[in-house]
């Protein structure tokens, strides 16, 4: 059963933070999970209707517990407004984006499924010539000012069962296809995984201090664009597992 703690628990300050994630609630939990298109998280939706009772629309029943799917739409404005509205509105427990992605790290296959610790904005900024500066450069946004720590939007919460290797991400509202343009994302920022959303879930979970995870499978890596290499089936189907291995243990 999946541990995740409400809002409004308090605990004696002797109770460690691993102790605190090993209390079950037995409340129903609601959770959301998103995915910026359908193709993503079918299988799971085919699952979902299998296993669990549907409610209304995109909501199931399982156990105690609600999950919701929402499809944010691809890419950060769809993401914050989609996703933001829905986490207002319905007040999850737990939000998950699952979602495929580029790997910068040869080291991690294609088909493997990460989960992301931190999220920065990889192409808002100024083009000073040849030069790109970012917001957080050129002052327009400030490090360490909420929801950001540095220039990161870092995920605090470690929850059970979501065990996969953590990386960093970067969020690009153009997919990079240039050796320029990859360099610079990875001087600047070191990450491991490129995608379209992840910092826009990133920034509104933080804001709603809602607990949150991104996962995501690797479905290309971050070159020259050639579509030829990607794997999309392979990163849907592991996605998908580790997405239907939750509910299952709900
Ligand atoms: O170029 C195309 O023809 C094309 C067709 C279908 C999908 C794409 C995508 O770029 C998918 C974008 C979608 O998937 C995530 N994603 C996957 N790989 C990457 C990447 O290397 N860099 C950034 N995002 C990626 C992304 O989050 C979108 O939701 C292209």
């Known amino acids: 059963m999946i541990v995740v703690l409400q809002k409004n628990t308090t ?28 193709l993503e998280i ?23 517990h609600t999950v919701k799917v929402v499809i944010g739409g691809v890419g950060m404005m769809a993401t914050a407004y989609n ?5 207002i509105m319905y007040q999850p427990q737990l939000v998950i984006q699952a979602g495929i992605a580029g790997s910068f790290d040869r080291n991690l296959q294609l088909g493997d499924v990460v989960q992301i610790t931190s999220e920065t904005l990889g192409d808002l900024g100024v083009e000073d010539n040849l030069v790109v500066k970012d917001m ?11 929801p950001f720590t540095g220039n990161q939007l870092i ?3 470690q929850l059970p069962y ?35 959303e992840g910092a826009a879930f990133h920034y ?17 890596y971050v070159e020259i664009r050639d579509k030829s290499k990607w794997n999309i089936p392979l990163a849907v189907q592991s996605l998908n597992k580790a997405l239907t291995g939750f509910i299952d243990q709900l």
């Open 11 to 38: 605990f004696s300050s002797n109770v460690t933070t691993h102790e605190k994630q090993l209390v079950v609630i037995l409340q129903p939990m609601k959770v959301i999970i998103t995915a910026a298109t359908l």
């Open 162 to 196: 979501f065990n996969f290797p953590g990386v960093k991400g970067v969020t690009v509202n153009l997919v990079s296809g240039s050796i320029p343009t990859i360099e610079r994302l990875e001087k600047a920022y070191q990450p491991s995984i490129e995608s379209m």
């Open 204 to 220: 509104v979970c933080i804001q709603e201090q809602v607990p949150f995870v991104q996962l995501r499978s690797i479905s290309n």
């Open 83 to 87: 996703v933001g509205k829905e986490i």
């Open 42 to 64: 079918k299988p799971l939706v085919e699952h979902l209707a299998t296993v669990a009772d549907l409610i209304t629309g995109h909501e199931y029943s399982i156990k105690h």
């Open 155 to 157: 995920n605090p919460h």
């Open 136 to 146: 957080f450069e050129i002052g327009l946004l400030k490090e360490n000012e909420a």
